[in-house]
């Protein structure tokens, strides 16, 4: 029996949400993690959902939410995280007016790269990770390499999802993978554990971007037809 669109949001969106909601506030209180610091977790739970079926308001309420996000970031001192964020304030703010000027119902028209576009495009993103690693570190920061790959994919992310291409959320997942190697080092290496409740939305985070990436597959095939 097929399921329904209704029991799929549930199990597959609203379950998952609800679930990781509620981890992170018990960290929070176990913890005691920093209010300031757990806020925009909440409303990035939120924000997912959206962004995984491609609404576009997911964005506008991405940049309000993170420039709560910064202050989390600077007391962690991961400033190529902090630097991608208020880039990327910017970034959502251009990419919400955009998709609503070229609208598909409440997504966009997306595109895609040819084959030698991603090979140039995955040469470039090599060469700026490695020449930002190099200038976190002189800067003193935690983790540059992790943390340099973090900034350059956010970059990269942020400016492919302007323009719609559907390889954006496949960088994200990247760079997902990547904030988890980061906040596991900051809570177990360092051992910030205040900051588990960073890792558990990563986790969450990384699931949704991965169901972003086959939505936003499934809508430019559907545009194409």
């Not at 070229?102 to 028209?109: E, V």
């Amino acid at each position: 029996m097929k399921m329904s669109n209704k029991k799929k949001a549930i199990l597959f969106e609203y379950l998952p949400m609800a679930v990781t909601g509620i981890i992170i506030l018990v960290c929070a209180i176990v913890f005691k993690q920093m209010f300031i610091k757990v806020l925009p977790l909440f409303f990035s739970l939120l924000i997912m959902l959206l962004n995984s079926r491609a609404n576009r308001i997911g964005f506008l309420l991405g940049a309000i939410n993170s420039c709560i996000y910064i202050i989390g970031y600077l007391m962690e001192g991961v400033y190529g995280t902090v630097a991608s964020t208020v880039f990327g304030i910017f970034i959502m703010l251009i990419t919400y007016f955009r998709w609503k000027n070229k609208s598909y119902g409440k997504a966009t028209t997306f595109r895609r790269f040819s084959v030698q576009g991603r090979v140039i495009l995955a040469l470039v993103l090599f060469l700026v990770w490695m020449a930002t690693s190099f200038i976190l570190s002189k800067m003193g920061g935690t983790a540059t390499v992790i943390d340099g790959l973090t900034m350059v994919l956010g970059f990269a992310t942020n400016i492919l999802t302007i323009v719609a291409y559907v390889e954006a959320p496949f960088l994200n997942i990247i760079s997902g993978v990547c904030q988890f190697a980061l906040w596991v080092q900051i809570v177990f290496v360092n051992g910030n554990y205040a900051a588990i409740t960073y890792l558990v939305y990563n986790v969450y985070c990384t699931y949704m971007i991965v169901r972003t990436f086959v939505r936003w597959r499934k809508l430019y095939k559907e545009q194409r037809r």
